[in-house]
């Protein structure tokens, strides 16, 4: 029976190898420090499944700077510079510690948890990578690096291998062109262009766009394999529009919004995958992701689109106050074994 701690000593055991040194085992997971910043990985709670059984939130921090006050100016230098850029964690911060990490998340079960794993490892070395990137170029807003040491052995002064490994081989993939095409776009806007909550999906080249219910509006969700990562170069852009206001005067208020949204949303009601970042902009809380190319395979992309459907539904909740509305979890096997059988065809 998978019980969430599954990935878990997964991840620490086999994937990580993070045992020894530099690494302290948590009451729900473990932190380890794959540099001199610490990343937490652990179970942060539970929830059913699409067909009722149980699964488990995993959550994946990594410490990116210390906040001494997020005020108006840094507020707006995250939100212009950092969240637009995700990949597939977003920053979330933490009044208490005073601190911003990068954070992935996911709904785990035993069905998905083979693919789940993988992908939550691979957020987990992007988030390394990332963290050591973007560590310097925060400083006239008062964001500091949120170095840290082990309780017993300090500061790492090396760094783990997977911190440049992992990252280097998704950059030189991403020199391919993407591995998400044409066909694939067309065929998941057949199967969920006419099932709720979809209110309509086309296709055209490598892309897709799809509408879902958002109060008496719609969100508009976009796929596109024509657009490019400035660390990781091809691969899956997915961008999801949310209209909330055009007041002058309220965008602190969005933007404080927008982030507090990247903190895992726990609770029986689906919201989507925890994987990029939300940000506000003009108008619109835009939740954006990238997956590179090194994450492709056949049918991802409609359990992509169909946690998108997930994620609307949240929004549809959380700011347009409207409740209810389908579950589209509830489709994934028929709709997966449909795909699957399509694109064997070709």
């Known amino acids: ?18 045992g020894g040194e530099w690494s302290v085992r948590t009451d729900n997971g473990f932190r380890w420090w794959p540099t001199d910043r610490a990343q937490t990985v652990e179970v942060v709670g539970e929830a059913d499944g699409p067909s009722g059984e149980r699964g488990y939130y995993i959550s994946v921090r990594t410490e990116l700077f210390k906040v001494r006050s997020l005020d108006g100016d840094a507020l707006k230098a995250v939100n212009m510079t950092l969240m637009p ?18 954070c992935s998340w996911a709904l785990v079960y035993e069905e998905i948890s083979p693919w789940m794993n993988i992908l939550l490892s691979i957020a987990a070395a992007m988030q390394i990578h990332e963290a050591q990137r973007l560590g310097d170029k925060f400083g006239d807003f008062s964001l500091e690096n949120a170095v840290s040491g082990h309780p017993e052995n300090g500061i790492r002064e090396g760094w783990d291998n997977i911190s440049d490994l992992l990252p280097a081989f998704i950059s030189a993939q991403g020199r391919e062109p993407s591995r998400w095409t044409a066909p694939e776009f067309q065929h998941a806007a057949d199967l969920l262009g006419n ?39 091809n691969g899956l852009l997915i961008t999801h529009f949310f209209p909330v206001s055009g ?7 969005w933007i404080r919004k927008a982030l507090s949204l990247n903190m895992p949303l726990l609770g029986s009601d689906p919201a989507g995958y925890g994987f990029g970042s939300y940000t506000y902009s003009d108008g619109m809380i835009v939740h954006a992701a990238f997956y590179p190319n090194t994450l492709y395979s056949p049918g991802l992309l409609l359990n992509l689109l169909l946690s998108c459907g997930a994620r609307g539904m949240a929004m549809n909740r959380e700011l347009a106050g409207v409740k209810g509305g389908e579950n589209p979890f509830l489709l994934s096997r028929s709709a997966v074994e449909r795909l699957m059988d399509l694109l064997g065809k070709n």
């Open 247 to 253: 007041k002058k005067g309220e965008e602190e208020k």
């Open 195 to 233: 099932m709720p909550p979809v209110l309509l999906a086309t296709a055209g080249g490598p892309g897709l766009s799809a509408e879902f219910p958002f109060g008496t509006f719609s969100s508009l969700c976009r796929m596109s394999a024509e657009e490019s990562h400035p660390f990781y170069g």
């Open 85 to 102: 850029f995700a990949s597939l964690a977003g920053p979330v911060y933490d009044p208490r510690r005073g601190t911003l990490d990068l």
């Open 1 to 18: 029976m998978y019980t969430g701690r599954d990935t878990i000593e997964w991840m620490y055991g086999k994937q990580f190898k993070a």
